[in-house]
C-alpha cells in the first residue's frame, strides 16, 4: 500500500536505478518521464492514502487464451512490469485492465467493445497478432480510442485509422530483411514458402519476402513451390512432401510460433535438409520447447536481444523483468513495456487523460527511449524501428546481426 502512495519515493529510486553509471550528459527519456510524474504526484501525502482515488484505465486487449496465448501473455507481462515501476501519472493510480480476446477475431471485436463501453478506458495496449488488433481497430476508432499496438507487424492494423499506433516495425521491411539473409547470407537460389493463410500477419510477410527475393536474385522461378496451411493445423506432411521434391536452400515460413516448430520438427523427421528462415512469432520459449533439437539452426527476424542491450533502458527492463518473472523475457515483452510507457510519455505530455489528447500526443512521439530501441512515431503511426536477427544455437535464441530501415 505504502508504494501505491508514495510514489514519489518509488520514482525516485526509479530515476536512480536507471541513471547508475551513465554519463551525467545522456539523457534517457525514462528519467525524464519519472521526473514528470514525481512532479505532477508532489502534492500526494504519504500519510493519506485516500488522498488520491482518482484511476486512469488502460485496456490490455490480448489473447491470454487460445492459440496465441503465449504471445498476448507475454506482452502483458511487459505491461505489468512497467505499470509496476510507473504506477502514476498526473497524480492519478493507472490501472491496468485486461479483456481477452480469446485469440478469434470475434472474440477480439467482442473484447474491445467491453474495453471501450464498459471499461471507460482511455488507451488500449495490444493486441498481438495482426488479425486481432483488425478486428478490435474499427471499434476502438469509432469510439476514438487510442490503442498501441505492440508486435502486430501488418500494415493494415494502423492503415486507415488515426487511432491506431504501434511500437514495432512493419511486415514490408521484416520481409526486406528475411530476404535479404537468405540471398545475401545464406546464398539461397532456391526458396520455398510454407504459408499459415489464416493468419493476415503470415500471408503478409510471406508476400514481402517473395517481392523482395525475386527482385534480389532477378529470377521469378528462384520460389519453387508455395503452400497452406490453417491455424491450429498439426500435421504438415503433405505440404512438406510437395516442397521436398524442389529440394530448396531455404523454407520461409512465418506463422505462429507452435505450427512453425511442428513444421520444422516435421520436415526433420522427413530428412529435409533446408535453412527455415521465420518472422517475429518464433521469438518465443515455446518454439523451442515444441521444436527441441529440430529447431537448431533456425534464423528468424525479431525485436530485441537479450544477449545484446541496446542502451540503459534495455538494461533496466532486463534486470527487472529477470527479478519479476524469475525467467529471460520475449521480444514481445519488451515491446509490451515499451508500449506501456509511450502511452504514460504521451499522457504526460498532454497533461491530460483524455482520449484524444492522448492520441494527438502519441502522434508526436519523437526520440522516445524504450527498451526495445528508439520509438519515433511517423505519419502513418507507425514506428521507425531497427530489426533484430537471432538464430537458435544449442537450445537458446542467440543474437546474429541488426538491420537499420
Known amino acids: 500500500m505504502e508504494n501505491e502512495v508514495c510514489s514519489i519515493r518509488g520514482l525516485t529510486e526509479f530515476g536512480r536505478k536507471i541513471t547508475k553509471g551513465a554519463p551525467m550528459k545522456k539523457t534517457i527519456s525514462l528519467l525524464k518521464l519519472a521526473a514528470a510524474l514525481a512532479a505532477g504526484v508532489s502534492l500526494v501525502s504519504c500519510s493519506s492514502p485516500n488522498v488520491d482515488n482518482d484511476v486512469i484505465k488502460i485496456g490490455v486487449f490480448q489473447p491470454l487464451t487460445g492459440a496465441n496465448a503465449a504471445g498476448g501473455a507475454d506482452e502483458y507481462d511487459g505491461a505489468k512490469l512497467a505499470n509496476k515501476l510507473v504506477p502514476k501519472v498526473l497524480g492519478k493510480t493507472v490501472q491496468l485492465v485486461a479483456v ?68 514495432c516495425f512493419l511486415d514490408p521491411f521484416q520481409g526486406i530483411v528475411g530476404a535479404s539473409y537468405a540471398f545475401n547470407t545464406l546464398k539461397a537460389k532456391k526458396v520455398a514458402i510454407i504459408r499459415e493463410v489464416s493468419n493476415d500477419y503470415s500471408v503478409g510477410l510471406a508476400k514481402f519476402f517473395v517481392d523482395e527475393f525475386v527482385k534480389l536474385s532477378g529470377n521469378k522461378d528462384s520460389i519453387v513451390a508455395v503452400s497452406d496451411y490453417n491455424t491450429g493445423d498439426q500435421d504438415f506432411s503433405a505440404q512438406l512432401t510437395n516442397i521436398k521434391k524442389f529440394e530448396p536452400d531455404v523454407i520461409f515460413a512465418p506463422g505462429n510460433y507452435t505450427e512453425s516448430a511442428l513444421i520444422i520438427k516435421q520436415a526433420r523427421a522427413l530428412g529435409m535438409k533446408a535453412q527455415f528462415i521465420g518472422g517475429d512469432t518464433w521469438d518465443f520459449g515455446a518454439f523451442l520447447d515444441i521444436g527441441g533439437e529440430a529447431v537448431e539452426g533456425a534464423a528468424f527476424s525479431t525485436f530485441f536481444a537479450n544477449d545484446v542491450p541496446i542502451n540503459k533502458t534495455s538494461e533496466v527492463f532486463l534486470k527487472a523483468f529477470r527479478e519479476e518473472f524469475k525467467k529471460e523475457p520475449s521480444a514481445v515483452a519488451a515491446l509490451g513495456y515499451d508500449a506501456y510507457l509511450v502511452i504514460i510519455d504521451a499522457i504526460t505530455r498532454a497533461g491530460s487523460a483524455e482520449p484524444q489528447k492522448i492520441r494527438d500526443a502519441l502522434a508526436q512521439t519523437k526520440g522516445f527511449e524504450g527498451a526495445a530501441g528508439v520509438i519515433t512515431i511517423n505519419a502513418e503511426r507507425n514506428a521507425d524501428k531497427d530489426a533484430v536477427f537471432k538464430t537458435v544455437k544449442d537450445g537458446k535464441f542467440v543474437f546474429l546481426t541488426t538491420v537499420k530501415p
Open 100 to 167: 481477452d480476446n480469446k485469440s478469434d477475431k470475434v472474440e477480439a471485436a467482442n473484447a474491445a467493445t467491453v474495453l471501450v463501453q464498459k471499461e471507460k478506458v482511455k488507451a488500449v495496449i495490444g493486441s498481438w497478432g495482426s488479425s486481432l488488433s483488425m478486428a478490435g481497430g474499427p471499434i476502438f476508432a469509432e469510439a476514438k480510442i487510442p490503442a498501441v499496438a505492440v508486435s502486430a507487424t501488418n500494415p493494415n492494423v494502423t492503415k486507415g485509422n488515426d487511432y491506431y499506433f504501434r511500437v
